[in-house]
């Protein structure tokens, strides 16, 4: 079992025009790229393809690197670094380092 950062997670971005920005990993790429919800926003150019369908610019979240961000504390609502506790019948969990508490 990995305890380290993980699809789903919420992490703070911590370098780039992005800094301070809070968001959930939606991808992981190769070469610990990730994607962030609402970070690093590329706008491309859609065209409209059907009458149904409206054109215009769509802002989608492209990759960066893993490093430029820290997995985010809700209770000390910053981003923080993690250690690994273990429970009772050897299972894992991350603890933030600040305030203990599972993250
Ligand atoms: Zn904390």
Do not use: W, Y
């Not at 993980?6 to 939606?26: F, H, P, Q, R, S």
């Not at 054109?55 to 430029?68: A, C, H, Q, T, Y």
């Amino acid at each position: 079992m990995s305890l380290k950062i993980k699809k789903g997670d919420n992490v703070i971005i911590e370098k780039g025009k992005d800094k301070g920005k809070t968001g959930k990993i939606l991808k992981f790429l190769d070469g610990n790229r990730i994607i962030v919800e609402g970070a690093n926003i590329a706008k491309k150019h859609m065209r409209r393809r059907s009458e149904t369908e409206t054109g215009g610019i769509k802002e989608i979240p492209s990759p960066f690197s893993l490093s430029n961000v820290a997995l985010f504390c809700p209770s000390c609502a910053k981003g923080v670094r993690f250690g690994v506790k273990i429970l009772e019948g050897n299972e894992k969990v991350r603890v933030c380092k600040k305030c203990q508490q599972t993250i």
